[in-house]
């Protein structure tokens, strides 16, 4: 219980230290217009409050990351403690935050759009589509899981196809809608509910005095099970999480004042990493320990898992309602995945999207080819999604580290954890079944020659970048914050 406790407190000391370390070398202009009044366009472009802001960028990162995770990673003992309290801090809410300030100063950039001006034009191209991967495979994985658990609530009276059928129509309608018509006006709610189930977990563990594991030397590594990637991986939303770079700039396009970005990235980041505790520590402490998890998760599936704790701690009604809270996560991460993707489609060819045909039109074959992969196994999926997702991190760290670099502050920030996950992506595909399949230790010589080549090259760059004074921010000089 302490190491459990003791991490919630640092997760939320984190905020209010490092956050402020961070928000100081980054520096965000309060007087500075955004992208929410520059580039106001009714559908993607509009100002919304910081409450509703944050809120829904809690929403969209959290999906099932912060739970199926940590309940799978509770399979490498108290350790996966440590990965989601300093992960959280130190990388993930740091790369949330450059992520979603880096697009404000551009205007609302996504992703490829940003590395291929601060990593080259190649990259721009080749994260580009790596990008609308990963959405595809979190729009689709946010399809099946939800439609589990929901056949799992009506004990299999209704088909998974009709939850499915749900499910993809309310994804269309969330991706061409503007997003103050349905993810404005629900997505807070949702988080509030998000955020009361978890806590009802949360105190529902402390109340029953649940036997939670403390870290320490005789179970720090749990049947000898590799830590290193598999860990790093296994648990990302929940401690860093490439899906976020995809989310963030959709509420860089709503922010009202960068002075808000600290709340609003950094620190939704942190609730993401408290809600990641709660699930990993109901995990380790109502399943007796890694071997009778391990045999449930072969049984009845994280899904079920969620269904058994939150039973089992809240009661048939309660948590009833805790399951929706569950259920309602990758169906709002599923749609900003989707709707991410068509934006970052129509800021690759420059298709203005105020018309509803044009968003139509990039929108439908997504959900197509969606459609198809709902019919491949859920694990493998899920395989590949860790890896795109956890490269994907690596990319967007990596332009944090050149934006801070070029304007000449503390790039460690972004650096050091980007040369760490460099190593975990690289060794993970080298090792992996889904990659070349070499020894691990193999991979983890080959991991590390690839990490020190990559890093040297981005210091080779990032030093000739810094003599061609390359502008750290859109011109919005003609333009006055109404705010």
């Not at 998000?194 to 806590?199: D, E, T």
């Given at each position: 219980m302490f190491t459990f406790l003791g991490g919630i407190v640092l997760l939320i000391v984190g905020y209010f230290t490092y956050g402020k370390v961070v928000e100081r070398i980054f520096v965000p202009n309060a007087e500075?217009?955004?992208?929410?009044?520059?580039?106001?366009?009714?559908?993607?472009?509009?100002?919304?409050?910081?409450?509703?802001?944050?809120?829904?960028?809690?929403?969209?990162?959290?999906?099932?990351?912060?739970?199926?995770?940590?309940?799978?990673g509770a399979l490498y003992g108290p350790v996966a403690f440590l990965w989601i309290v300093f992960g959280c801090i130190f990388a993930g809410a740091v790369h949330d935050y450059l992520t979603g300030m880096i697009s404000i100063r551009h205007g609302g950039a996504h992703l490829p759009a940003l590395a291929g001006k601060f990593l080259g034009k190649v990259m721009k191209h080749v994260v580009n589509a790596f990008s609308i991967l990963l959405l595809l495979l979190v729009g689709t994985v946010f399809v099946t899981s939800p439609a589990d658990l929901l056949v799992d609530l009506v004990n299999g009276t209704v088909p998974a196809i009709v939850f499915i059928v749900i499910i993809f129509i309310y994804f269309i309608l969330a991706t061409i809608l503007p997003i103050d018509k349905i993810i404005g006006n629900i997505?807070?709610?949702?988080?509030?509910?998000?955020?009361?189930?978890?806590?009802?977990?949360?105190?529902?563990?402390?109340?029953?005095?649940?036997?939670?594991?403390?870290?320490?030397l005789t179970n720090f590594h749990p049947d000898n099970i590799p830590i290193f990637p598999l860990l790093f991986l296994t648990i990302s939303c929940g401690a860093l999480s490439g899906f976020h770079a995809t989310q963030s700039p959709i509420i860089s396009r709503t922010t009202q004042n960068e002075n808000q970005g600290r709340k609003i990235f950094y620190g939704m980041m942190i609730a993401e990493g408290i809600i990641a505790m709660i699930w990993a520590a109901a995990a380790m402490s109502l399943f007796d320990g890694p071997v009778s998890l391990n045999e449930l998760i072969n049984t009845i599936g994280t899904a079920g898992i969620v269904a058994e704790a939150s039973t089992l701690m809240l009661g048939s009604v309660f948590g009833t309602l805790a399951i929706l809270g569950v259920i309602i996560l990758p169906i709002t991460s599923g749609d900003t995945a989707f709707r991410s993707a068509r934006m970052i489609i129509a800021d690759y060819f420059n298709i203005s999207q105020k018309k509803i045909s044009s968003r139509l039109w990039i929108a439908l074959p997504l959900f197509v080819v969606s459609v198809f992969l709902t019919t491949v196994d859920f694990t493998l999926l899920w395989r590949y999604f860790s890896w795109a997702n956890q490269s994907t991190a690596v990319i967007a760290l990596w332009v944090g580290s050149m934006y801070l670099f070029i304007a000449k502050r503390n790039y460690w920030i972004a650096v050091i954890p980007g040369i760490f996950m460099t190593m975990a992506c690289a060794t993970y595909i080298l090792n992996a079944p889904i990659g070349l399949g070499l020894s691990m230790s193999t991979s983890y010589l080959i991991g590390a020659i690839i990490t020190i080549l990559i890093t040297a090259l981005f210091f080779k760059a990032a030093n000739k970048a810094r003599g061609q004074n390359i502008p750290l921010e859109e011109d919005v000089s003609d333009w006055k914050n109404p705010a």
């Open positions: 500075r217009t955004t992208p929410a009044y520059t580039k106001g366009d009714g559908v993607d472009y509009l100002p919304m409050s910081t409450k509703k802001n944050s809120l829904i960028q809690l929403i969209s990162i959290a999906g099932i990351g912060p739970i199926f995770g940590p309940i799978m997505y807070p709610y949702f988080g509030a509910l998000l955020l009361i189930s978890a806590l009802g977990i949360g105190i529902g563990l402390i109340a029953n005095q649940a036997a939670i594991p403390e870290l320490s």
